[in-house]
């Protein structure tokens, strides 16, 4: 073995076992130098930092939680080292500082453990509005200690984890009674989120302050703090008082409510004007009152162009318009080089500004125009502002009144005074109330019905449309009239329009009741699909013997549709080669019986009940007979007489087979029943043609029935049965006419 390989292996054992002799600790880490940080509060605005002197932005303690590699290592309290700087001896500067200052009384931090707790957990954590409010503003921070360097103090900027709502009312003769704040959350998180939210526990919570003593005039405060919360319903509502009357102002706050922001309610009164607007700003506003401006902006009566019937206050800072149509000129005075601005938009009203030259304190007019507002219109307003230099110096309002008629319930009016129903509409269209002093009559043109009538109802008038029972021109056609109110001498007239379509059924008065002579066919509720009553084919005593001589065809249509209850369309009669069947019919549907009687019907007309059929039997299964005339008396003891006839009908090209027509007499009456009797399930044939089920409201498992046999069968054989009936089978539909209050010739 080479010599110089063993001599320095001996030396290296040597070496190795005067290692293992010594009896040493390892050697501790270097020590991290303590960490310096200057911490600031930011500004409310984002606009830098905020006042040295601002006691929100104090720090009475501060805590320092080092997160590395997203887990919590230490738990620092910080030490005040005077001049903004607080020191955190840190043993290693690694990782990420979060900072959480003025939270010594938030319970949720004394969970946190070293070495177990998370950074999203740290993130998560809640407090009431009062942990967060008790020891000062709760704030927080963050630092990156990758990078830096302990020869300095490092600069954090913190952030209060609450926002403030102040109350402002600074305008003259504005007096602050109370302030309502609804729906606020009780507890939000400490840190901030890229999306505000509010925790899952939270409640809301209603602050209310009263003014009870003294109200809050010309002046500021601050009325809460709130934890950063999205707008879940959040509402504001003051009461105030300005030029002698109570005013009941509301506003919404924004759609987030951001921690570190300061929400200003400013409650203004201004001309004929209160409100309260929502604004956000600086934290360093502070608490102060603060004083109204002189106004200059006021109208110069003797300059202005004003009609009779235009009012001015007696401050002259509000001009008040009627809601007649109207034309006028303001003239404004104010100091030598105002300016002028219009805001604000009233419809149909042209406010245009011009310049004069008349001296120096005339400055500006505005040439008004302005038309008939309608009964339903709101008072409108416009404003005129004088500033110089961009400050406001004085501000005018043009308040556009409202008509006074107040007009309640259908009917509506356009900016023309117009209101087209675009439909029939019967009953009470409008409850109209009038001031002292006005009236109203109605209008209609050459050779159209009173459809509308007038009824005295107290203090007011209730406006009915009217249903004229077969009037030939109820074929969809518009029908116009015209509300006229006037003063009380039946001057200075304001026209306004009402149209609505006419539309009707053929109809028989029986049995107490308008009952249609037909059918529904098609969409129930189209007066279009229905037979109208100027094609009306046969007077009601020739009916029954139209329908026997009458096509097959003409016969199929008379005869209407079959239904299932809640499809509004008619299932028609179709052939498939081999036997009939209803198009359309389903399996499964709803009932007749407990379905309002108004939804399978056209309006105005509804599906009959127990009673109105009825009023044709003596019992709820009774034999009418046969072919042939006879009489009896119904249940009420009233005389009936009844005609039944037969026709063999052949629909579609096949035959049909035996058809019975019902007519029915009570005094001068006559009322025809027929139909294409029912299906009973969805297989094609199953369709019994002499069997009427009638649609009848009010029973859930029984309806009326027509059960029909032909003479050559079995004769004498017709019953008028109220008996069970499964929902699935068919119904014809016969409508009856609903009350109508008037009714015009």
Not at 381 to 401: C, D, I, K, N, Q
Not at 451 to 465: E, N, Q, T
Request: hydrophobic content about 35%.
């Amino acid at each position: 073995m080479n010599i110089r390989y063993l001599v320095l292996l001996a030396a290296v054992l040597a070496q190795l076992a005067a290692g293992c002799s010594r009896d040493e600790s390892a050697a501790p880490q270097p020590q991290g130098a303590p960490l310096t940080l200057r911490l600031t509060a930011a500004a409310a605005d984002g606009s830098g930092t905020a006042s040295g002197t601002d006691s929100e932005a104090e720090i009475r303690s501060v805590t320092a939680y080092r997160f590395e590699e997203g887990i919590l290592r230490e738990v620092i309290p910080g030490v005040a080292a005077g001049d903004g700087l607080y020191t955190f001896p840190s043993a290693a500067p690694h990782g990420e500082l979060r900072l959480a200052v003025n939270a010594a009384s938030i319970e949720a931090f004394a969970a946190l453990t070293p070495d177990v707790s998370s950074l999203e957990t740290y993130r998560s954590l809640e407090a009431s509005i009062g942990e967060m409010t008790r020891q000062g503003l709760t704030m927080s921070g963050s630092l990156d200690l990758a990078g830096g360097s302990a020869a300095g103090a490092r600069a954090v900027t913190l952030h209060r984890s609450v926002a403030r709502i102040d109350l402002r009312s600074c305008d003259a003769g504005v007096e602050v009674h109370s302030v309502t704040i609804r729906r606020i959350a009780d507890r939000g998180y400490v840190e901030p989120s890229a999306t505000p939210a509010s925790p899952a526990s939270a409640a809301r919570e209603t602050f209310q302050r009263t003014y009870d003593a003294e109200p809050l005039v010309n002046g500021r405060e601050t009325l809460l703090y709130l934890c950063e919360q999205p707008n879940d319903g959040l509402e504001v509502e003051i009461v105030a008082r300005f030029a002698g009357g109570w005013h009941r102002l509301r506003n919404t706050l924004p759609a987030t409510i951001l921690r570190n922001t300061v929400y200003t309610l400013e409650v203004y009164g201004r001309g004929a004007e209160a409100g309260v607007s929502v604004t956000s700003g600086s934290w360093n506003e502070g608490v102060g009152t603060e004083s109204r401006p002189v106004l200059e902006g006021l109208v110069d009566l003797e300059a202005s162009d004003l009609p009779d019937d235009v009012r001015v206050n007696e401050a002259r800072d509000t001009v008040y318009i009627p809601h007649t149509p109207s034309r006028l000129r303001v003239v404004l005075r104010g100091g030598a080089g105002a300016a002028l601005t219009v805001d604000g938009e009233v419809r149909g009203v042209s406010v245009t500004p011009q310049s004069l030259t008349r001296g120096l304190e005339t400055v500006a007019a505005v040439e008004v125009s302005s038309p008939l507002r309608v009964p339903g219109t709101t008072t409108g307003y416009v404003g005129l502002t004088l500033s110089h230099g961009g400050v406001s110096s004085g501000r005018v309002v043009l308040a556009f009144e409202a008509n006074p008629v107040r007009i309640e319930g259908l009917l509506t009016l356009d900016d023309d005074g117009v209101c087209d129903f675009g439909r029939y509409l019967e009953g009470e269209l409008a409850r109209i109330t009038l001031p002292e002093g006005m009236n109203l009559r109605l209008e209609f043109g050459d050779g159209e019905s009173r459809w509308m009538d007038l009824v005295s109802d107290g203090d007011a008038y209730r406006l009915l449309g009217g249903w004229k029972p077969n009037d030939p021109t109820a074929d969809g056609r518009e029908q116009e009239g015209f509300l006229v109110v006037t003063d009380a001498a039946g001057g200075h007239p304001e026209r306004y329009t009402v149209r609505r379509r006419n539309w009707g059924l053929p109809v028989v008065r029986i049995g107490g009741e308008w009952w249609c002579k037909y059918n529904l066919r098609g969409d129930v509720k189209s007066f279009e699909d229905q037979v109208p009553i100027a094609a009306d084919p046969a007077a009601d005593d020739a009916l029954a013997d139209h329908l026997i001589a009458c096509p097959d065809d003409e016969l199929l249509a008379l005869l209407g549709d079959q239904y299932q209850a809640n499809n509004p369309q008619g299932l028609p009669l179709r052939h498939d080669g081999t036997a009939f069947y209803h198009e359309g019919m389903v399996s499964t549907t709803q009932n007749f019986g407990t379905l309002d009687p108004a939804t399978m019907a056209p309006y105005g007309y509804r599906i009959p009940d127990y009673d109105d059929y009825a009023f044709f039997t003596r019992n709820e299964n009774y034999n009418i007979g046969g072919v042939g005339e006879r009489s009896y008396t119904n249940a009420s003891g009233e005389p009936i007489t009844v005609r039944i006839q037969e026709r063999e009908a052949e629909f579609l090209g096949h035959s049909y087979g035996t058809i019975a027509i019902y007519e029915f007499r009570s005094g001068e009456a006559v009322w025809v029943l027929c139909g294409l009797g029912h299906q009973w399930n969805t297989t094609s044939g199953n369709i019994a043609p002499m069997t009427l089920l009638m649609a009848t409201y009010g029973n859930a498992s029984k309806t009326w029935v027509m059960e029909g046999y032909a003479a050559a069968d079995r004769p004498g054989q017709n019953w008028i049965k109220f008996v069970a009936n499964n929902t699935t089978k068919t119904r014809m539909v016969r409508c009856v006419k609903t009350p109508v209050e008037y009714m015009y010739d």
